[in-house]
């Protein structure tokens, strides 16, 4: 055999390695893309089954965060209603409903008969102080000549609420929270200023027909005052 012919046989060999080669690389990559489809397809239809909330929830790779999100809201829920229980005890059993069998019921189940400056539920939750109360069960910031009256029809005894400094009460103001029952002054604070610390009161209400919270600046005008857990107690 000359060696023209050995080269020629060298390259018809060299083009038959490099064919199977690549037809044997081929192979594998179409029988891996193959697999690779399978398992995706194994795994989309792979559920696990948790009870969230009380409900029964099919979970996988698509709904995984959405389902995580929603459990850490509950989880915050149920730390809120902790944080009730580890501040107030037996006080965070209180209705946020007008409920006549409940024994303790927010002030704010009820509507207010008359009202000026008056606003449940609005404003920040900070004191002069710098305490944030986030852990509440109804709230509302006091201003001067604020007042809001209650028809509460006899069902109750008692009025507990905490009073102290909201962070926008001026530095020289200071400012007093007064209860009525049947217009009878039955309840009057110690006055509130910016270096006031937090006070709790439970005021007789001899089962007054109707009920009536103000505040008054006795000094300054912006003596403004937040009002928290104001609760019905019979």
């Given amino acids: 055999m000359n060696k023209s012919a050995a080269k020629i046989i060298g390259w018809i060999v060299s083009i038959a390695v490099a064919i199977i080669g690549t037809f044997g690389a081929t192979s594998k990559y179409q029988s891996s893309t ?3 489809t399978q398992n995706q397809s194994n795994s989309q239809s792979q559920n696990i089954s948790i009870v969230v909330n009380g409900e029964k929830v099919e979970l996988n790779k698509d709904n995984a965060q959405g389902v995580y999100d929603k459990i850490e809201e509950e989880n915050k829920n149920l730390s809120t209603e902790l944080e009730h229980y580890k501040a107030y005890g037996t006080e965070a059993l209180v209705s946020k409903e007008r409920d006549a069998s409940a024994d303790r019921v927010s002030l704010f189940a009820y509507e207010a008969v008359n009202s000026d400056y008056w606003e449940p539920s609005s404003g920040s939750l900070k004191d002069s102080l710098g305490n944030n109360y986030s852990v509440t069960l109804a709230y ?3 201003k001067n000549r604020s007042y809001g009256e209650y ?3 006899l069902q109750y005894s ?3 609420f905490k009073l102290a400094p909201h962070e926008s009460m001026g530095q020289d103001a200071a ?4 209860v009525y029952a049947d217009d009878v002054l039955v309840f009057t604070s110690k006055e509130v200023t910016r270096k006031s610390e937090e006070q709790t009161y439970t005021i007789d209400l001899n089962n007054a027909k109707f009920i009536k919270i103000t505040c008054e600046c006795v000094r300054g005008y912006d003596g403004n005052i937040l009002c928290l857990d104001s609760t019905l107690i019979k």
């Fill in 151 to 153: 028809y509460t029809n």
């Fill in 34 to 36: 193959q697999n690779n």
């Fill in 158 to 160: 008692k009025l507990q």
């Fill in 175 to 178: 400012a007093v929270v007064k």
């Fill in 140 to 142: 509302i910031v006091l």
